[in-house]
């Protein structure tokens, strides 16, 4: 996990190993182990994020964690950076339900609601054809179900349901053939303050989802196509720093594709030029941005 813990501009290094969590700072200062204090060996962590998750300025820490004997179950905790720059004990702030027929189970962090307090949101596929092995047509069922932070645990929001029949509006094709769930970009494509949720299709299509007056709703949707290029990576950047959120996505052989974000939303797509070893940057161009945008104009 890569975050700028102490707020000094550069980024730092947090780590998960056998002796609990470790943080390492630019300046190559180590810190003591700090325990995970889930309480229960059984649980292991499988991801880990950073964000300001209490409200306090500060950078924080936060791990989900899943226990192979309840697969339907799994947690998250927070460990709360407090403002002298130490570590308060990890917290357990939710435990969710994972459907018995789903898959995944993975969480992305965004803040949903739009109050400085970053939020998770609970991804899983659920194939109802299991639940009716004899329907005709049945549709995998994409699932998200938002925990917001209140500042000392997480509470479950309303549910954000996505179909293949619903992503695959007009003549969008292989949408649930992308295989990859729920994942897609957290970020502030408009400026207002709340990350949207930005879905971006293997042929270069993206929706765009918004939490708003505690429920979800779409407020963007474009069946821009790139062939044959099958976007995999996503990332969230302000490739030309007018502050409002840009999502990047690389295909399979590197052909860089750009939605730039702005006042009215998330433009469609464009191929974005990559610099020779020989050019230099420009002025619009993104400096020191975060891979996979370091060194594309």
Not at 83 to 99: A, C, I, R, Y
Request: glycine share 12%.
């Amino acid at each position: 996990m890569v975050c700028d813990f102490d707020a000094d501009g550069k980024l730092d290094t947090a780590q998960v190993g056998s002796e609990g969590y470790v943080v390492f700072y630019q300046t190559g200062k180590k810190s003591a182990p700090i325990p995970l204090g889930t309480s229960d060996p059984a649980w292991q962590v499988s991801q880990t994020f950073c964000g300001d998750f209490d409200g306090d300025g500060r950078v924080d820490l936060a791990l989900s964690a899943a226990n192979p004997e309840k697969p339907s179950t799994i947690r998250a905790y927070v460990l709360s950076q407090s403002e002298s720059g130490t570590w308060k004990d990890p917290q357990q702030w939710v435990e969710m339900k994972v459907d018995e027929n789903g898959r995944s189970g993975e969480f992305l962090a965004g803040d949903w609601d739009g109050d400085d307090k970053t939020d998770l949101l609970l991804a899983t596929s659920i194939h109802p054809e299991k639940e009716t092995p004899d329907a005709e047509g049945a549709s995998r069922v994409l699932t998200g179900v938002p925990a917001l932070s209140t500042g000392k645990s997480f509470e479950t929001g309303a549910v954000l349901e996505l179909t293949d029949v619903m992503l695959n509006e007009g003549d969008r094709g292989n949408t649930l053939a992308d295989q990859d769930g729920m994942q897609a970009a957290s970020v502030d494509v408009d400026g207002d303050g709340s990350d949207e949720l930005v879905k971006i299709g293997l042929d270069g299509w993206h929706d765009t989802y918004s939490f708003s007056e505690g429920d979800w709703e779409i407020s963007q949707s474009s069946k821009t196509e790139f062939k044959d290029k099958g976007l995999l990576t996503r990332a969230a950047s302000d490739v030309n720093g007018d502050h409002y959120g840009d999502v990047v996505a690389l295909d399979r052989d590197g052909m860089v594709v750009v939605y730039l974000g702005g006042e009215d939303g998330l433009a469609d797509g464009v191929e974005w030029p990559q610099l020779s070893e020989n050019e230099t940057l420009e002025s619009e161009c993104a400096y020191g941005a975060s891979s996979p945008v370091s060194s594309i104009c």
